[in-house]
């Protein structure tokens, strides 16, 4: 079976600070990793995606997350916050279930940026 | 390209009342994957539908159903509710044959049960 441990369900930074959620996984076959952000009273968006092409993956608004099978973690991180990176983020594993499987989510991290 | 779009945005129903939520998928995709998030917590997947038949369930009882119409578009249906099923529900969409099924989410229906 897979799943997705998010560590931490809340994070706060400083505003130009380095950002880190953390994400581990646990998968018998090789993984497809997400990482999706929510704003409030909103669905979920895709940040990045890890699907063996790369370990080190590039998504939008400044994220990236290194893939490490020695450790089973799929990191999220940013260089510098900014107040608008302020939202809920949620870790997932893609199942192998059915033809088209479907997403295991994390618990989540709302992360807080402070001025 | 138009995203993927539900209706309503919210809802209250009672205990014990049924409620349909509408999900169009985005343009292109063909599977509409449901989900249950409750407050706090992380989408809970209810179930799947590709070429209008269910392909893969999680662990929800059989009073979550669902359906898949011609145009890709779907609904899912909720009998007898209680008040546990006060969630967001997600809607999210994909194609098939992409390796790592990569889905696009909606808003959401937040549905309160009183």
């Known amino acids: 079976a897979q799943s997705v441990t998010q560590l931490g369900s809340h994070v706060s930074v400083s505003e130009g600070a380095l950002v880190l959620l953390r994400c581990n996984y646990s998968?018998?076959?090789?993984?497809?990793l997400f990482w999706y952000v929510q704003y409030p009273n909103q669905g979920l968006q895709l940040l990045l995606k890890?699907?063996?092409?790369?370990?080190l993956v590039k998504g939008i608004n400044g994220f990236e997350a290194e893939f490490k099978k020695s450790e089973t973690s799929f990191h999220l991180t940013k260089p510098s916050a900014h107040m608008r990176d302020a939202a809920e983020y949620f870790c997932?594993?893609?199942?192998?279930?059915?033809?088209?499987?479907?997403?295991?989510f994390g618990k989540g991290t709302k992360l807080s940026v402070k001025p | 390209e138009t995203g993927v779009t539900q209706s309503p945005t919210h809802l209250i129903k009672t205990r014990g009342q049924q409620v349909t939520l509408r999900c169009s998928s985005q343009s292109g995709h063909n599977t509409v994957s449901w989900y249950q998030q409750a407050l706090g917590q992380g989408p809970q997947f209810i179930f799947q539908y590709y070429r209008e038949e269910e392909n893969g369930r999680g662990n929800f009882p059989p009073r979550f159903s669902g359906l898949q119409f011609p145009n890709y578009s779907s609904e899912l249906d909720v009998n007898a509710l209680e008040l546990d099923d006060s969630a967001l529900y997600l809607c999210?969409?994909?194609?098939?044959?992409?390796?790592?099924?990569?889905?696009?989410f909606g808003p959401g229906t937040r549905l309160t049960v009183l």
């Open positions: 890890y699907t063996s092409a790369a370990t």
């Open positions: 999210a969409s994909s194609k098939s044959g992409s390796s790592y099924n990569e889905q696009f």
């Open positions: 998968s018998s076959v090789p993984p497809y």
């Open positions: 997932a594993v893609r199942t192998y279930g059915g033809s088209q499987g479907n997403l295991i």
